[in-house]
C-alpha cells in the first residue's frame, strides 16, 4: 500500500513537472519574428553625423524582433552559409513587458475590453557583410532550439547593374482578403527569395492591431512570418496604426534611427535608392516647435541626399508616407471636404515645395483603398515629362521636370474596399483590386532607371509598369533641367502680349480716330482710363 502512495505520488509529481516545463517552454516560445534595416543603411550617407544621437551607436545591419510571453534568456547564433566557421552570437539588447487594459481606455475599440499582455525582445545583428547569406536559430539561455534555422540576406544599400527587387505593400490586414497577397508574397520570396530585398510597407497593418485584445496584430505578424524571417522590411506608420500613442505599433516595428525618431521619420539607403519617410498623421498633431524640428531633418536629409557625393552612389531619392499628398480617388460620401484626394495639395504645400527643391524623383504613399499610378506633379498641376510609348499602363517616363507620385493602399482588407473606378485628374491608371508592387532600380551605360511594376495578387497579372529613365548620371538638380525651358516660353509669352497689346491699342487708336472721339490733349492718355 504504501509503495502504491509513493508511485502514485511519484507520477503526480512527473506530470506536475512536465507540465511546468511544458508551460515555460511555451511561454519562452518566440513568436510573430522579422527582421527589419537596420542603423548602417543610414549611416552609410555622407554629411549625416549631425541627425544623429550620441547616445547609440548606429551599427547593427539589422533589428530582429520576436515577442514571448514571458521574460526569458534568449541567445541568436548567426552563422555564415558558405563559410560556418564564421559563426556569430547576439543576445537581445532590448526588452519591453507590455500590458495594456483596454477597458480603462476612454474609448476602447469595439472588440477589446480586457487585457493584452506580451514581451518583446528586439537584437542587434552586427558585424555583417552585405549579400551574404547567413542561418540564425533562436535559442534559450540552456541552448535549447525554440525556433529556427531561418536564412536571410541583408543586400547591398549601393547602386548596381540591377538591383534586387522591393516589395511595396499598404493597407493591408490578414483577413482573407488580405491574405490573397500575404500568400502572394509568400509565395514570391519562397520560390525566389535571392530576386528581393525585402519590403516596404506603407502603412495601416492589421486593421488593427488593438482589436481583439491586441491579437489581431499578433495574428498578422504570425501570418507573415515566413517571408520576414527571411527578408527585412521598412514601414511608414498610418493614422490606423496610431492606437495607445503609436504603443501597439511600436511595440512591433523598429526602423533605422528608431533611438531618436521612434519611427515617425527616419531614412535609409538601400539598393541604390535613398529613401526618405515621414508620418504625417503624427506630424500633424505635434507643436509647432515639433514641427519646425521634424521639417529642419527631413530638409537636411534632403539635401544631403541630393549631393553630387550621393547622388552617385544612390541615383535616386524616394520619399515614402502614408497619407497622400495627390490622388484623385474621391471616397464616395467623403465629408468633410479634407478626405477629398484633390485637397490635399493645400494642407501639404510646404512638402510639394521641399520635394521639389531636393529633386526627390518619387513618392510612395497609401491610405486610400486603391491603386493609382500618377505622372510628375508640381504645384497642383501635371509637369512636362517625355514618354516613350502612349499606353498608360506601359510608361517609360524619360527625365521628368518634377516628382512621380504612386499611391498602394490596394494590398487587401476587411476594413473598407471602394468600388472600381475609372483614373482621371493625375491618375494614368487606377484599381481596386486587392495588389502589390514592385520598386527597383538598375543601370544601363550612363542611364539610370527606376523601374515600378503592379500586379493583381490573386491571379499575379501585372497591371502596370513605370520606367522612370533619367538619361545621364543623376545632377545635383534634375528638376532644373526644364528652368531653361520655362524661362524661354516665359519670354516668348511676355513678347507676345506686348506685340498684341501694341496691334489692339493701335486698331483701337484708329477707329477712336475715324469717331473723332479723340481731342489732342487726350492721345498720350492710356486706353484703360479712356474706359473709365
Not at 123 to 133: E, H, P
Request: hydrophobic residues 35%.
Amino acid at each position: 500500500m504504501e509503495r502504491r502512495l509513493c508511485s502514485i505520488i511519484f507520477i503526480f509529481i512527473s506530470i506536475l513537472s512536465y507540465s511546468t516545463l511544458t508551460y515555460a517552454q511555451d511561454s519562452c516560445q518566440p513568436t510573430q519574428i522579422h527582421l527589419s534595416i537596420g542603423d548602417t543603411y543610414y549611416t552609410v550617407s555622407q554629411n549625416v553625423s549631425n541627425q544623429l544621437s550620441s547616445t547609440q551607436t548606429h551599427d547593427n545591419q539589422a533589428y530582429l524582433v520576436w515577442h514571448a510571453q514571458e521574460v526569458c534568456s534568449f541567445t541568436v547564433i548567426v552563422t555564415e552559409v558558405n563559410n560556418p566557421k564564421n559563426i556569430f552570437t547576439f543576445s537581445p539588447e532590448y526588452f519591453n513587458e507590455f500590458d495594456h487594459d483596454f477597458a480603462a481606455d476612454p474609448v476602447p475599440p469595439k472588440t477589446s475590453s480586457g487585457t493584452y499582455h506580451t514581451v518583446v525582445y528586439t537584437t542587434l545583428l552586427k558585424n555583417l557583410n552585405y549579400d551574404v547569406s547567413y542561418n540564425y536559430i533562436i535559442n534559450n539561455v540552456d541552448g535549447t532550439l525554440l525556433q529556427g534555422p531561418f536564412v536571410f540576406r541583408m543586400t547591398t544599400p549601393f547602386v548596381q547593374k540591377k538591383n534586387k527587387k522591393f516589395i511595396v505593400i499598404g493597407d493591408i490586414d490578414a483577413s482573407a482578403i488580405g491574405m490573397t497577397t500575404i500568400n502572394r508574397i509568400t509565395s514570391l520570396v519562397k520560390n525566389n527569395v535571392n530576386e528581393y530585398a525585402g519590403i516596404l510597407n506603407l502603412g495601416d497593418i492589421s486593421y488593427d492591431l488593438q482589436d481583439e485584445n491586441g491579437k489581431r496584430g499578433d495574428k498578422f505578424f504570425e501570418s507573415f512570418q515566413e517571408v520576414l524571417t527571411q527578408i527585412p522590411f521598412a514601414m511608414a506608420l498610418g493614422n490606423h496604426d496610431s492606437y495607445g500613442q503609436w504603443s501597439f505599433v511600436n511595440l512591433r516595428i523598429r526602423n533605422p534611427l528608431y533611438i531618436e525618431t521612434q519611427n515617425h521619420y527616419y531614412s535609409f539607403n538601400w539598393e541604390g535608392i535613398h529613401f526618405t519617410e515621414i508620418n504625417f498623421e503624427y506630424f500633424d498633431k505635434v507643436t509647432p516647435e515639433m514641427q519646425e524640428e521634424i521639417f529642419a531633418w527631413i530638409e537636411n536629409d534632403l539635401k544631403a541626399a541630393n549631393t553630387p557625393e550621393n547622388r552617385a552612389k544612390f541615383p535616386w531619392i524616394v520619399f515614402i508616407t502614408h497619407r497622400p499628398i495627390y490622388c484623385s480617388y474621391i471616397e464616395q460620401g467623403a465629408i468633410p471636404y479634407h478626405k477629398w484626394c484633390f485637397s490635399f495639395y493645400g494642407v501639404r504645400k510646404i512638402w510639394d515645395e521641399l520635394l521639389h527643391k531636393y529633386s526627390v524623383d518619387l513618392v510612395l504613399e497609401a491610405d486610400k483603398h486603391s491603386y493609382e499610378r500618377m505622372g510628375p506633379i508640381y504645384q497642383n498641376k501635371t509637369a512636362h515629362f517625355i514618354s516613350v510609348d502612349e499606353d498608360p499602363t506601359h510608361h517609360n517616363i524619360i527625365n521628368p521636370n518634377a516628382t512621380v507620385y504612386l499611391m498602394n493602399g490596394a494590398s487587401g482588407q476587411n476594413y473598407y474596399t471602394p468600388s472600381p473606378y475609372q483614373p482621371s485628374g493625375f491618375a494614368y491608371v487606377a484599381d481596386v483590386r486587392p495588389s502589390y508592387g514592385l520598386l527597383y532600380a538598375k543601370k544601363d551605360g550612363e542611364d539610370h532607371h527606376l523601374v515600378y511594376e503592379h500586379y493583381v495578387s490573386s491571379t499575379n497579372e501585372k497591371i502596370d509598369y513605370m520606367n522612370i529613365i533619367r538619361t545621364n548620371s543623376p545632377p545635383t538638380n534634375p528638376k532644373d533641367q526644364g528652368s531653361g525651358w520655362t524661362i524661354f516660353i516665359a519670354v516668348v509669352v511676355i513678347f507676345a502680349v506686348i506685340y498684341f497689346g501694341y496691334i489692339y491699342s493701335r486698331r483701337a487708336d484708329q477707329e477712336v480716330r475715324r469717331s473723332g472721339y479723340f481731342r489732342a490733349s487726350e492721345r498720350d492718355i492710356p486706353l484703360v482710363q479712356l474706359k473709365d
